[in-house]
């Protein structure tokens, strides 16, 4: 139901753009955002946006991070700058709140998509 994509390697200072999106028709959802996982550590919110806009950053991607959402694409961005190696980690996007209908079945609830790799080399 989401469709994540984005990530990569890059260089310490460099810059990265996660997308997600959800697919089929959508008819509603809430909170939008991104998680991240590194090795041997519990997956943590990375920022999050509800559906007016509203936006929720973790301490250490204040100013460096920026989320952005497009409620008719049903889409959420991850802007990401000035990017370090303590950046490294599996990236992951979650909606809240998800209604719509694909593929012939409707679905309802939270969901989260794949993970995607994002690796900041020192």
């Known amino acids: 139901q989401l469709q994540a994509s984005g990530g990569g390697l890059v260089q310490a200072g460099g810059s990265l753009r996660l997308s997600c999106a959800a697919s089929?028709?959508?008819?509603?959802?809430?909170?939008m955002g991104w998680y991240r996982q590194a090795p041997g550590k519990q997956r943590e919110l990375v920022a999050d946006?509800?559906?007016?806009?509203?936006?929720n950053y973790r301490d250490s991607v204040q100013g460096r991070f920026t989320i952005s959402r497009d409620n008719a694409a049903n889409t959420v961005i991850l802007q990401m700058n000035s990017l370090k190696p303590e950046d490294t980690a599996v990236y992951y996007c979650?909606?809240?709140?998800?209604?719509?209908?694909?593929?012939?079945?409707?679905?309802?609830?939270?969901?989260w998509g794949k993970g995607t790799q994002v690796t900041v080399s020192s």
């Open positions: 979650k909606a809240d709140g998800i209604y719509g209908c694909s593929g012939g079945g409707c679905y309802e609830g939270d969901y």
């Open positions: 089929g028709t959508v008819f509603s959802i809430g909170v």
């Open positions: 946006i509800t559906s007016r806009l509203r936006t």
